[in-house]
C-alpha cells in the first residue's frame, strides 16, 4: 500500500529541485495535453499539479477557462503559484483522492501523479 505521508515528505523536500529531474513527466505532458478533444473547457481540475508544468500547459491551450489545480504537497503547490502568479487558477492544497468537489467540470485531468 502507497504511504501518502512518505509521498507527501518526499515531493515537499524536493520541490524546489524537482524540474531539474523530470523530463520523463514533462514528455508525458506534452503528449497528454495534445490528446485532449475537449474544445470548449470553461472549468478544469488538474489533480497532482505538481510544480505546474502541465497547469501551464492546460492555462496555454485554453486561457480562458477555470482551472482548480490540486496537489497533496504545500511546497509543490508554492513553486506552481510562483510559476502562475497572475494566470487566473485556483491552487489547493489536498489529497486528490479525498478531495470534495464543490462544482462539476468539463474536463478533469492528471499528469504522472497517481503512484
Request: include cysteine; charged fraction near 25%; aromatic fraction near 8%.
Amino acid at each position: 500500500m502507497v504511504n501518502k505521508a512518505i509521498i507527501k515528505e518526499n515531493f515537499s523536500k524536493h520541490a524546489r529541485e524537482y524540474d531539474q529531474y523530470s523530463k520523463v513527466q514533462n514528455f508525458c505532458a506534452s503528449k497528454l495535453i495534445n490528446e485532449i478533444g475537449c474544445k470548449q473547457c470553461h472549468n478544469i481540475l488538474d489533480l497532482g499539479c505538481g510544480t505546474g508544468n502541465y497547469t501551464k500547459l492546460l492555462r496555454d491551450k485554453f486561457p480562458k477557462s477555470l482551472i482548480k489545480a490540486v496537489d497533496i504537497s504545500r511546497a509543490m503547490v508554492e513553486v506552481s503559484k510562483e510559476k502562475l502568479s497572475n494566470q487566473k487558477i485556483e491552487f489547493i492544497i489536498a489529497d486528490a483522492e479525498q478531495f470534495k468537489l464543490d462544482n462539476g467540470f468539463d474536463l478533469v485531468t492528471s499528469n504522472a501523479s497517481f503512484q
